[in-house]
């Protein structure tokens, strides 16, 4: 089983030349967890989390404390927003360096990378590096576990 049969091939992306405010507004309107950043000619040169974007919010101090379970709430924190500038700096400024897969790539393959870098959403790219889809833990567990004798389902 190859990833290309079971990726979603409706990807969502955006450009490199994007802003954090762009990257952010695509990701609330499309309701994503996962943004690949690509060039002009398609081809994933980062990626951007949800979680990169919301780290904009968290205050610092977050990130030196070991354990949050004593903070009840961040007070006047928690209406606080990136400012103007930040939100119109390049998105590349946030982006990860992205892992990808050819869309002939194993399942199995692909979910071990998945763990290995502790992701859960893998942009797939064609032979000329072209972004294709992108393929999700769901998508290849669930690919996974419907061989699985008895595990199938009835389609309607």
Same mark, same amino acid.
């Given at each position: 089983?190859?990833?290309?049969?079971? !990726?979603?091939?409706? $990807?969502?992306?955006?450009?490199?030349?994007?802003?954090?405010?762009?990257?952010?507004?695509?990701?609330?309107?499309?309701?994503?967890?996962?943004?690949?950043?690509?060039?002009?000619?398609?081809?994933?040169?980062?990626?951007?989390?949800?979680?990169?974007?919301?780290?904009?919010?968290?205050?610092?101090?977050?990130?030196?404390?070991?354990?949050?379970?004593? $903070?009840?709430?961040?007070?006047?924190?928690?209406?606080?927003?990136?400012?103007?500038?930040?939100? =119109?700096?390049?998105?590349?400024?946030? =982006?990860?360096? $992205?892992?990808?897969?050819?869309?002939?790539?194993?399942?199995?393959?692909?979910?071990?990378? !998945?763990?290995?870098?502790?992701?859960?959403?893998?942009? $797939?790219?064609?032979?000329?590096?072209?972004?294709?889809?992108?393929?999700?833990?769901?998508?290849?567990?669930?690919?996974?576990?419907?061989?699985?004798?008895?595990?199938?389902?009835?389609?309607?």
């Amino acid at each position: 089983m190859i990833v290309g049969d079971f !990726m979603q091939h409706k $990807v969502v992306a955006i450009e490199a030349k994007s802003t954090i405010q762009e990257a952010a507004r695509k990701i609330v309107k499309q309701h994503l967890g996962v943004l690949p950043i690509v060039d002009e000619q398609g081809k994933p040169k980062g990626i951007v989390h949800l979680q990169d974007l919301l780290n904009l919010e968290l205050p610092d101090f977050v990130h030196f404390v070991g354990d949050v379970d004593f $903070v009840h709430d961040f007070g006047a924190v928690e209406t606080t927003r990136p400012t103007t500038e930040m939100l =119109m700096r390049s998105i590349t400024t946030l =982006m990860q360096p $992205v892992i990808t897969v050819d869309e002939n790539c194993g399942l199995l393959r692909a979910y071990a990378l !998945m763990l290995q870098h502790r992701i859960f959403d893998i942009p $797939v790219v064609n032979k000329s590096g072209k972004l294709v889809g992108i393929v999700s833990r769901v998508d290849i567990g669930t690919a996974i576990l419907s061989q699985w004798s008895g595990v199938r389902t009835k389609k309607s």
